[in-house]
């Protein structure tokens, strides 16, 4: 037991309690039967593309950019099913004694498209690059955790970090920490990935080609892929509808019949841990009223946005940013219920009857504006005064997010609870969006990132739930499952709780059946 | 019909001279348009919240990031020095590098513009045909019923927004049918046949607005015309109709027709943008409302350029044309 093992009881009791080497046997590599059908070349409709597009796996931003990372490159671990848990994947062991040094053995004979051999020297160009502020990577917050990074031999990496986090491995899943080739500066698509690319224009499309030597055998079974973007949701399904593209992401709930209606089409829901928050800042009046804060979270009826915003894609949320089916969900926490009365009596002790509060929303936290609408008219009931301010899409983010008393957030869904705590309620964090700061809170985020029992992490993690639920200034009404459509020829596709499309790694997964 | 000074005007100098003239006094009036245009664009851009490092970082940036990328990209710098570098450098021919992409300008647009160049013109040469068709058939029958139905038809369709014309093609031709693609799929492996079907949908949406708007006015001139006492006259010298239309009516309507043709050529370029989005048609309309929104000044200002330049360009050929055509306007 002297390894740290990333895997979950089951893994275990199946595998013995062997080395994390013999356990690499179930990681990435496929022990189920793999199928041998070949062919097919398909197209992919995403949600945005623009000139930003890249390459560059440390700037990928958006679901198209993930999808994109993920054909061309590997990671040296990844998430592979909806028990998010990480499994080994360049790296063939990762193991620590202290979950502060890390130890990583490359899997040998992998190669990057033009040939050249995979070696420890790739490994420490690509996760030290993220530290570079001139590369401006989207995880140099994480990246600043790492405070050495040294190969050790041809195949060995060591990663030592600032402070203990057992979630190291969860972390090297994601689609920015995937590797890129020594040396380049700004990567040019030469990855391990499954794919190798054909032709990259950015707003316009990527074409990529079934890379014969991928590092999993029997992998890819398409030949050929092509991404495209069409923003317009309305024209995105009916690409699909007619059939000039077979799978897209992005599907609104109120399509979801008109894709069901089709027999060549089905729909897959993802729930995710994705979710439009309702920002109350503490340190503004009067959101840093507690009563007022307790108000607005029992004059939220969870119900009617799960039904009538979502349409029923969605999961209500309990104030706390881990969902139900993500690990250390903490069941105790008893559900906020709408509750008019209590949230009047909340309202006229904090004194702020009839007072008038500019809330702001944008088309950009998706489902916020009509939240905002919804708000507006409960509030009217319990003697809250609420102007609606709907903001463009365009700039939200850095001029109105947060900038405000209240104003909508939206996190997209992160791999694991010490990331979404960290990046979101610890009280130094940069989007400490309602600038609370609880330090018991704080104590136990340090605590259970460098904790390996599993058990003692979900006691942690349920304290921290419910200390967010009770005492933050934020009210998360819902979890917004995310929905793709797709020809049902496209065969193999299940539902990873991380993002659309199998959490962006399905293009290695499926396969085209006639 | 000239009367003496205006032919005396056209003898000391010929025809071909005043044109010349024309133009010059044109390019020079478009260079200053230019820049002034560019100097409006690159003040109004520098008023929208964030800028481009902002945009790119996005949600996560922090403050010491976007100021690194600020000074990677010279964003640091005050904005008349930036703008001042710009205009030298595209007087030397050099549109920049896009801030994004991080690769030439010249290389973005060059992928866009023959897109944009091609939907524009198969869709005019379509609807010039189409609409001077309607609209000389339509002032020749003033009040009968073609008229009617013709008038119905074109004023029922210029007040229907594209994006509506746009989905219904798509759901009929693309959906239902399964004729079209409904998407524009324009790769450099497409054939001529697909890229032709391909542009079939967005090049229907965008006829039918246009070729609306210039049938309207084709049959407002030549209605125009065709009252003059010099047709009366024609007719009862006994000039065949179908002559009096082509070779009396049309020299004398062209000017206006001309210049309805070339407002919607420049609409065709640069207006296109919700075809775009529908169809995802990688033209110039969509990547400058994609340099506006990440900020990505020297990209949206060769973008802009090339519109305001296309529709300078337009006009004065529509000027030329129409001098040409008519004696009267020559001296």
């Not at chain 1, 990372?69 to 848990?85: A, K, R």
Request: positive net charge; proline residues 6%; charged residues 20%.
């Amino acid at each position: 037991m002297s390894g740290y093992s990333p895997f979950s009881r089951r893994d275990l009791i199946g595998a013995g309690l062997a080395g994390a080497g013999m356990l690499a046997l179930d990681g990435c590599s496929p022990g189920r039967k793999a199928r041998t059908t070949r062919g097919g070349s398909i197209r992919v409709a995403t949600q945005s593309s623009s000139t930003s597009d890249t390459l560059d796996p440390a700037k990928a931003s958006n679901s198209t950019d993930y999808t994109r990372q993920f054909l061309l490159y590997s990671g040296l671990t990844c998430i592979e099913d909806d028990t998010l848990v990480p499994r080994p994947a360049l790296a063939e062991t990762f193991e620590s004694d202290d979950r502060i040094t890390w130890r990583f053995d490359l899997r040998r004979g992998v190669h990057f498209h033009d040939g050249k051999e995979l070696t420890s020297e790739d490994v420490v160009h690509s996760l030290l690059r993220h530290k570079d502020p001139a590369v401006g990577s989207k995880m140099s917050a994480i990246a600043a955790q790492f405070a050495e990074v040294r190969s050790e031999g041809r195949y060995g990496v060591i990663l030592r970090l600032t402070s203990a986090n057992a979630d190291l491995p969860a972390l090297l899943a994601q689609p920015h920490m995937l590797i890129v080739k020594a040396g380049q500066a700004h990567p040019d698509g030469t990855g391990t990935g499954p794919f190798r690319l054909a032709e990259f224009k950015p707003g316009v499309r990527t074409v990529a080609l079934r890379n014969p030597e991928y590092w999993v055998p029997g992998r890819p079974r398409l030949e050929r892929i092509e991404m495209i973007a069409i923003p317009d949701e309305v024209s995105r399904i009916n690409a699909l509808l007619s059939g000039d593209v077979q799978i897209v992401n992005g599907v609104n709930p109120r399509s979801v019949r008109r894709i069901a209606a089709d027999p060549g089409c089905r729909t897959m829901v993802t729930p995710s841990s994705q979710y439009t928050n309702l920002i109350m800042r503490r340190d503004s009046m009067p959101t840093g009223n507690p009563d007022f804060v307790q108000a607005v979270k029992l004059m939220i009826d969870r119900p009617l946005i799960h039904r009538a915003i979502f349409r029923g894609y969605a999961t209500i949320g309990n104030d706390q940013p881990i969902a139900p089916f993500q690990p250390y969900f903490n069941a105790g926490i008893p559900q906020t219920l709408l509750d008019t009365d209590k949230a009047r009596w909340h309202v006229q002790r904090s004194g702020l009857t009839g007072v008038r509060l500019p809330l702001y929303c944008s088309t950009a936290a998706e489902g916020s504006v009509d939240m905002a609408s919804i708000l507006q008219e409960y509030g009217s009931r319990v003697g809250l005064n609420f102007a609606v301010n709907r903001m463009p899409a365009d700039g939200y983010w850095s001029t109105h997010w947060m900038r405000h008393p209240m104003s909508f957030g939206n996190a997209t869904p992160r791999p694991t609870a010490d990331l979404i705590f960290s990046l979101f309620y610890e009280s130094g964090a940069e989007w400490n969006e309602s600038g609370w700061k609880d330090e018991r809170f704080d104590r136990l985020l340090v605590e259970a990132r460098g904790e390996a029992d599993r058990a003692r992490r979900g006691e942690l993690y349920g304290e921290m739930q419910q200390i967010v639920h009770d005492r933050c200034g934020v009210a998360i009404p819902a979890f917004i499952s995310l929905i793709d459509g797709f020809d049902s020829r496209l065969k193999g596709l299940r539902p990873i709780p991380l993002g659309a499309f199998m959490g962006y790694r399905f293009a290695e997964h499926v396969w085209w059946e006639d | 019909m000239a009367s003496p000074a205006s032919s005396r005007a056209s003898s000391s100098r010929p025809a071909w001279l005043g044109v010349v003239m024309l133009i010059a006094r044109r390019m020079a009036a478009a260079l200053l348009t230019l820049f002034l245009v560019s100097a409006v664009i690159f003040t109004i851009s520098g008023l929208l919240p964030g800028d481009a490092a902002q945009e790119i970082l996005g949600q996560s940036a922090t403050p010491e990031q976007v100021a690194a990328l600020r000074h990677e990209m010279g964003l640091d710098r005050p904005g008349p020095v930036r703008y001042y570098e710009w205009l030298r450098a595209m007087a030397a021919g050099d549109p920049g590098k896009s801030y994004v992409a991080n690769m030439p300008v010249q290389d973005i647009i060059s992928d866009r513009l023959p897109n944009s160049l091609m939907l524009a013109g198969i869709t005019a040469l379509v609807s010039v045909v189409v609409a001077l068709t309607i609209g000389i058939a339509g002032a020749i029958n003033r009040g009968g019923r073609i008229d009617k139905v013709l008038n119905i038809i074109t004023l029922s369709l210029v007040a229907t927004p594209e994006f509506l014309i746009a989905t219904l093609g798509v759901l009929l031709f693309s959906v239902k049918l399964l004729w079209l693609p409904s998407i524009a799929m324009i790769g450099k492996d497409a054939s001529w046949g697909e890229m032709l079907r391909s542009l079939a949908l967005p090049m229907l949406s965008l006829a039918f607005v246009v070729i609306a708007q210039m049938a309207r006015m084709t049959r407002a001139a030549v209605a125009d015309q065709l009252d003059r006492p010099y047709v009366e006259m024609a007719r009862l010298k006994g000039v065949p109709f179908r002559r009096i239309v082509l070779f009396h009516v049309m020299p004398n309507a062209i000017g206006p027709v001309v210049n309805a043709i070339a407002l919607s050529l420049s609409y065709l370029l640069g207006g296109a943008l919700v075809v775009e989005t529908i169809f995802n048609f990688p033209g110039l309309a969509s990547l400058m409302v994609n340099a506006v929104t990440s900020r990505d000044m020297p990209l949206l200002q060769s973008c802009a350029m090339i519109f305001c330049g296309a529709y300078l360009a337009l006009m004065l050929v529509a000027d030329v044309i129409a001098i040409l055509a008519n004696p009267r306007l020559r001296a």
